[in-house]
């Protein structure tokens, strides 16, 4: 999963990595080697292949050498000569691979380490119990720097060797609080989220986040019923709600993503449009737009279906399969749509763009046909990957709607011919396995709902338990990290056997969210 907006990347300034003035026009073609750990990585010489192995031979190396010295500290005193000597070759053998790259990120799935996106098969010997000792600390991923110094690599071999804090008795203190206390600048680590520390503020998000739903979809209905009667669009009222929904990605992602996985049919086109938008912003988050380019990109997003206000009823409703002329009519939408946005005050251009191009395909196909051979703006293709997915998993008339892990493996289907590559990618990545909001049966016959993803166990989400084994409905849902294990077996807790159709258990996933 993609984390959400960090504070870097939410800047007035000039947008970062991937951000440019070309995204704010719609223009901007996302670099196809941005790609996260769950992806082989994309690399465009055969020199930069030789390169990444290179660095993960040498990685290997570093994490035996690692494991090594902390096997020989938890035995020996750290000021033991064989502890001395082997800190100062695993500083080695770390200054080895920083000669061919700025740093080193070792990370730790549920079974492999990796390196560069690749997997450290060289050290599988010494793998499980490396991963077993930092996942017990808390510890996801460490990274050396340039520079890193023998006192801090001390620091390091420290923290492993202690024995791991347990009991109310002994609070746990988070190894970059350790570190940041020994003056640690070149190690730095990546803690898994602390779900019991965190979670009275993520109820209080979650809470903000079905406010802001909630006003969204009111401000998308006055906005497309204005549009219907032939009246004045208030596109400011459209920004500020698109405003405090880049405030909630920012805040707690995947609590908005899982709202826009809740279908309220009575409002479809409504719900749509802004569900479309959290997606499609939060994609605009993972590319780094800063915020201007986000409320100017999410303001057309939610108005980008604004031509369909110009169709009857009964063609948008129709239960049955459209006639031909029926069909024409439902694909002028992007071009009224576009025009109309043209005749807005306050209108953003990304709008126009987005508005008339998100039913055209990456390959060129789907509507209206561009004069020229080429695919779609960058943004335009980001709005029709998550109009898809929205149109896809809500139920329509005469439609059974897929699962959101369905659509999921349907969209990967047509990867490289309906969607762009490296935003697919982004997108799964950011949905996860399992979608925030999808409902879940677990091993132990449990019914629960996704909360939000696991980065480095996708399969393995925290999730709502709301059922219990009986099918008893829960009056106190339990929140649990799928990722927990029993301490005597090491056997997973509970696991999910597979998504389900909450309307089958006559449950509203909303009440719990």
């Known amino acids: 999963m993609i984390p959400p907006c960090r504070s870097a990347a939410r800047h007035s300034g000039p947008p970062g990595r991937g951000a440019t003035s070309a995204v704010a026009k719609g ?5 196809e080697s941005q790609l996260t750990y769950e992806q082989p990585a994309q690399t465009v010489t055969s020199d930069d292949k030789l390169q990444t192995a290179e660095i993960a031979r040498r990685a290997e190396d570093v994490v035996k050498s690692l494991h090594g010295v902390s096997r020989s500290a938890a035995i020996y005193p750290l000021g033991h000569a064989l502890v001395t000597k082997a800190t100062e070759d695993a500083l080695g053998t770390i200054y080895h691979a920083l000669n061919v790259t700025n740093s080193l990120t070792l990370v730790m799935t549920e079974k492999d380490i990796l390196c560069e996106n690749l997997p450290l098969h060289g050290a599988a010997g010494v793998a499980e119990e490396f991963i077993g000792d930092w996942h017990a600390r ?16 001390r620091a390091l071999i420290k ?24 003056s640690v600048e070149r190690i730095t680590v990546t803690s898994f989220i602390d779900d019991t520390a965190e979670r009275t503020d993520d109820k209080r998000q979650r809470v903000r986040a079905k406010a802001i739903y909630a006003s969204a979809v009111d401000v998308a209905k006055t906005a497309l019923e204005s549009a219907r009667l032939g009246h004045d669009v208030d596109v400011e009222k459209v920004r500020a709600v698109v405003s405090d929904m880049v405030d909630s990605l920012v805040t707690n992602e995947a609590a908005l993503i899982a709202l826009a996985n809740i279908r309220e049919h009575d409002e479809y086109m409504f719900a749509h449009a802004v569900n479309v938008s959290v997606l499609a912003l939060a994609l605009g988050c993972a590319m780094e737009l800063n915020d201007a380019q986000l409320v100017d990109f999410g303001i057309g997003v939610m108005l980008h279906d604004v031509g369909k206000t110009q169709i009857p009823d009964e063609v948008l409703r129709k239960p049955t399969a459209l006639t031909e002329s029926e069909r024409t009519l439902l694909r002028r939408h992007p071009v009224d749509g576009a025009r109309m946005l043209a005749r807005m005050s306050g209108a953003p251009k990304v709008g ?24 779609p703006s960058t943004l335009s293709q980001v709005v029709g990957t998550a109009d898809y997915y929205d149109i896809a998993t809500t139920l329509r008339p005469g439609i059974r709607p897929l699962l959101p892990d369905e659509a999921i493996a349907e969209m990967l289907r047509l990867r490289g ?10 997108f799964v990545q950011m949905m996860g396995v399992f979608p925030p909001g999808t409902f879940v049966k677990l091993d132990t016959n449990e019914f629960a709902i996704v909360l939000r993803n696991n980065s480095d166990a996708p399969e393995r989400p925290h999730v709502r338990i709301v059922i219990d084994a009986d099918g008893t ?6 929140d649990v990290d799928l990722r927990e294990t029993d ?12 998504s389900s159709d909450p309307m089958l258990k006559e449950f509203d996933v909303g009440t719990v969210l």
């Open 352 to 375: 126009l763009v987005v508005t008339y191009e998100h039913h055209i395909r990456y390959d060129g196909s789907g509507y209206p046909k561009l004069i020229q051979r080429r695919s």
């Open 473 to 478: 409905r829960l009056t106190e849902p339990m």
């Open 487 to 498: 301490k005597q077996t090491g056997e997973h807790v509970r696991s999910i056997v597979h």
């Open 27 to 31: 223009e901007m073609q996302l670099p």
């Open 417 to 426: 011919s309906s969607f762009h590559p490296t935003i697919l990618d982004k």
């Open 159 to 182: 923290i492993a060797a202690a024995p791991v804090q347990e009991g109310d008795d002994t609070p746990f203190v988070p190894v970059d609080e350790q570190l940041a206390e020994q």
């Open 138 to 153: 808390n510890v996801s991923s460490i990274t050396f720097a340039q520079g890193v110094t023998l006192e801090e690599l």
